[in-house]
């Protein structure tokens, strides 16, 4: 059989392997966060990491202070104004993590999941996990599940889709996305990044949107990032959903597929990788309503992007 499944033991936790065994291509999976900790590819002889992940030798202690590398974002993505919001006239206040009074990137990136399903074959393998949310925060007290599935396809293709469950009687606030760090084995200043975009989202000096959204045609092509600072989010020309990563050798496609119209970029200070997510709505989404879902009591909204890696002739 071309693909196979791996499952160990990682303290609390447990890691999923999906291995194409033809090409060498290896996804790592953790049931803690849902999260892709490590994309292994093959090239020129060597194996390449693909992603920027978590050193997990000490458990998922030191998560939140490395970045949130690979955090599955929901309730809500990147931050809340001062943690509040107003939703059928009443007033909230999330009570998890918080960085400068704003609380960040949702509640459930740390919640530990269940394997509900694997499978592999000629044709590549998959991992479906499950986490009931149960209203533990009283600043989001609503019930919701959480169904991942990680796909790993032939030519070095992964796809993710997440299916989320309102488990209450009301209509409730729902904002979803993926927190991935990138890394081509080069500095991001030798890379190019190119999407195409129906306007950069004006961040105020909090990184929360202005509510305007202003032309930027900055990466219609492929630009070269050199020394460019990024932590901006972007509406994506929904006729164009791809965002290129590539250098000289090769590239890495961004697909943001279903219900992910934003993309925020952000690269970190040591210019080693760059975290490319796919949003469902902008920064304070609970308060601005750009991009915020609301769910109908018992409704199922589905979330789909892919990743794939190419080398270049």
């Known amino acids: ?10 303290f609390d936790f447990e890691k999923i392997r999906l291995i ?12 803690r966060g849902a999260l892709m900790n490590s994309w292994q590819v093959k090239h020129q002889n060597k194996t390449l990491n693909l992603i920027a992940g978590n050193e997990f030798e000490n458990g998922w202690s030191h998560f939140e202070q490395n970045g949130f590398k690979g955090a599955k974002l929901s309730p809500f993505a990147c931050r809340i104004e001062n943690g509040q919001y107003e939703h059928e006239g ?11 009074k704003d609380a960040i990137h949702g509640i459930v990136y740390d919640a530990l999941y269940t394997i509900q399903s694997t499978q592999a074959d000629e044709q590549g393998a998959y991992v479906v996990l499950r986490h009931a949310y149960v209203g533990t925060d009283k600043g989001y007290p609503f019930n919701f599940t959480l169904l991942v ?46 999407f195409k975009n129906k ?9 929360l949107p202005t509510g305007q959204i202003l032309a930027d045609a900055t990466f219609d092509r492929p630009t070269k990032i050199e020394s460019m600072a990024l932590d901006n989010c972007f509406l994506l020309d929904p006729a164009h959903q791809e965002c290129i990563l590539e250098n000289e050798q ?27 997510e796919n949003l469902s709505g902008a920064p304070n989404s609970f308060n601005n309503k750009m991009g915020l879902l609301l769910m109908k009591p018992h409704e199922n909204l589905v979330f789909k992007t892919s990743y794939q890696f190419f080398v270049k002739s």
């Open 250 to 276: 090769v590239k890495l496609v961004v697909h943001a597929g279903l219900n992910y119209p934003y993309l925020q970029l952000y690269i970190p200070p040591n210019r080693k990788s760059i975290a490319i």
């Open 1 to 10: 059989m071309s693909f196979e499944i791996q499952v160990s033991p990682l």
């Open 20 to 31: 194409d065994a033809h090409s060498g291509c290896a996804v790592e999976i953790t049931t």
């Open 149 to 194: 599935k990680w796909h790993l396809h032939k030519n070095n293709q992964i796809s993710v889709e997440t299916i989320l469950t309102n488990c209450t009687t009301q209509e409730i606030p729902m904002m979803d996305g993926w927190h991935p760090y990138f890394s081509l084995d080069s500095l991001m200043n030798d890379c190019s990044l190119s």
């Open 199 to 207: 306007g950069k989202v004006i961040f105020d000096d909090k990184l």
């Open 90 to 100: 009443k007033h909230f206040s999330i009570e998890k993590c918080y960085i400068n």
